[in-house]
């Protein structure tokens, strides 16, 4: 039977020098192969991550054009029934700072001559959506300034409510536009609480 041992007796210096720089090449060239790898896996996660993030802006924008072109009507024809007496309105009111950044936007804003009514229509309306409204709200007049003589009142409207957001817009004086029976909306009695007016 043959022996498969190396013969180390008859093996020269420059001979193991040549074994251990040939096995130094391979171990770079697969670590170098493992790190081309994990950077092309890493390319393609965020190749995926930026598509994943296109496309759920996309399907974001879209639903919330979807739930604006049925708040939109809904909203006018509820406040004209609940006597507000509703002349006109605007859609996508936005104003921009120095920057081009936008400093405020009104999803819907319905008029008449003495009285402005800002709607913020969310597809699902949480708390911190409400907060953030009542936070732009105290600039609108400084922002829309030929608006600055009316009595502006705000409202939320939305096809779902997280929780109690509902109601925390009824305590915070927003009035608030919901569905009724899944396919209709109806505005929420505002005698809960007094209207907020800025």
């Known amino acids: 039977m043959e022996s498969t041992a190396l013969d180390t007796k008859n093996i020269s210096w420059e ?5 251990m720089n040939d096995n130094a090449q391979q ?27 296109e496309m759920t802006e996309q399907f974001t924008s879209t639903t919330g054009h979807i739930s604006e072109g049925l708040m939109e009507p809904a909203s006018v024809r509820i406040f004209k029934e609940a006597g507000y007496d509703i002349d006109r309105y605007y859609r996508n009111l936005k104003k921009k700072n120095k920057n081009n950044q936008t400093e405020m936007e009104v999803d819907l804003l319905m008029l008449n001559g003495t009285l402005a009514i800002a709607v913020e229509i969310k597809t699902d309306c949480r708390k911190k959506d409400i907060d953030h409204f009542l936070r732009q709200m105290p600039k609108f007049k400084k922002l829309f300034p030929e608006y600055r003589d009316k009595e502006v009142l705000a409202a939320v409207a939305a096809l779902n409510y997280d929780r109690d957001a509902a ?32």
């Open 15 to 19: 001979e193991i020098r040549q074994i």
């Open 27 to 53: 171990i770079k060239d697969t670590y170098r192969s493992i790190v081309e790898m994990r950077n092309s896996i890493r390319e393609q996660m965020q190749e995926t991550d930026i598509r994943i993030r």
């Open 167 to 198: 109601e925390y817009a009824h305590e915070q004086g927003l009035l608030v536009i919901r569905t009724a029976d899944g396919d209709n909306f109806s505005l929420d009695p505002s005698d809960r609480k007094p209207l907020k007016r800025f």
